[in-house]
């Protein structure tokens, strides 16, 4: 369902059937500020289409057009709508509210979170931590750097020590499952939660990061002794019969799909890390596990690369079958070259298995961010059926894209 946005201030916005009718469901006009993004996220079961964007997120029926529901995004912090318009996905929070909106996520499951919700462009970084440093130019006087670092470290040690609270409910069939309620200082360790949440036949999977901060005694009068860790905890499995377990895969990566088998299914060929060329796309199940910072599932399980008629699904494969012209050239054979870099390159961003569970949807979207984070410099996309039938056979669905710098976003 592509929707464009026409620039900036008041725009009209146009939600389009993805059946190839070109059939309109809904449009509406709105006035959107500077930062503002254009978000949507579909259900999975197919039925709703949620849209945000300036002040309101709206629910449109797939079926007959309607707008479902129009609720108010809160503006008093600039993190209420996390998303980026090539994962198609859209989280809101209403921060004035003492508690966060119900939002139905598909297979009967509606969540409720009290706290925030980080959207991350379905990667959270992997393990990473750092420290805090004071920036001054180099004229400046010893002793208002001593000050400013002075400063530092005190807001350094408040921020530490500051309560934050999170707590996260599932409900389905009228029966609401607690998976946490905790507050916690980032001395002691915080726990983010991410979205989206995955709606899996037999429950509900929820990605998590665990972050972590000190501040340690400074070794000189310059410095602010401030270091953190951030990194991803086992994900949060609620089960239809209200059970709630740790998954032993610490995922940075959000899965795009559930496999017919019931496993999830990886945009890359890990859980952890996206920082490699040509990834194959990768699966694992709830019973899978990996050790932290291993970037290998542990031997015995289902977890590991997805194999279609026994070949690897990788974006080179998908592109050289239905659009060889975006191919580099010449070809490298060497998945490890520069051209497929994960700054360039094509990524696989999402994906949805058909009913029948024989067709594979997928949406690659070049990624070249390095003239403008905000804007790649190029971005071609392709939507492509993939057989899972045996043959892996591949087919184009749509090709677009919008190197002049008019936004798209595509759920789906």
Known sequence: MPAPVDGRGDVTITAVASDGSERVLAAWSDTVGEYDRLLISRSPDGGRVAVALGRFVRTISTTDGSIITREPIGHSEPSLVFGWPDRGEVVVRDADAPSGPDLPIGGGWTLKVDGDIEQD?????????????????????????????????????????RPVALGVMLERDGRWITVTDESSSATDGVTTLHWPPIVHPDGVLLRRTRDSAIVREPVSDVDV?????????????????????????????????????????????SPIWRDDGDEWLGAFGVDDAMDDQDCHFREGGTGGPLLVG??????????????????????????????????????????????????????????????????????????????????ARIRLIARGGHPDGDAEAIAL
């Not at 750092?130 to 208002?144: A, I």
Request: charged share 20%.
């Open 310 to 391: 026994g070949e690897l699904i990788r974006p080179s494969r998908i592109i050289a079958s239905v659009a060889p012209d975006l191919l580099p050239d010449p070809m490298p054979a060497d998945p490890a070259h520069p051209a497929w870099r994960n700054d360039e390159g094509f990524w696989v961003h999402a994906g949805r298995v058909s009913e029948d569970g024989s067709t594979l949807t997928l949406l690659l979207a070049e990624a070249d961010w390095t003239a403008d984070w905000d804007q790649p410099d190029a971005a071609n996309w392709l939507v492509v059926d993939v057989s899972l039938q045996g043959d």
């Open 121 to 161: 462009d379905g990667f959270s970084g992997g393990f990473y931590g750092g420290g805090m440093f004071v920036g001054v130019s180099e004229d400046t006087p010893r002793e208002e750097l001593v000050d400013a670092v002075a400063e530092a470290r005190e807001e350094a040690v408040t921020a530490a020590a």
């Open 225 to 269: 002794g401030s270091e953190f860790e951030s990194g991803p905890a086992f994900a949060w499995f609620v089960g239809v019969d209200g059970s709630v377990r740790e998954v032993a895969v610490p995922l940075s990566v959000s899965p795009i799909a559930v496999l017919p088998d019931g496993r999830f299914l990886l945009p890359g060929g």
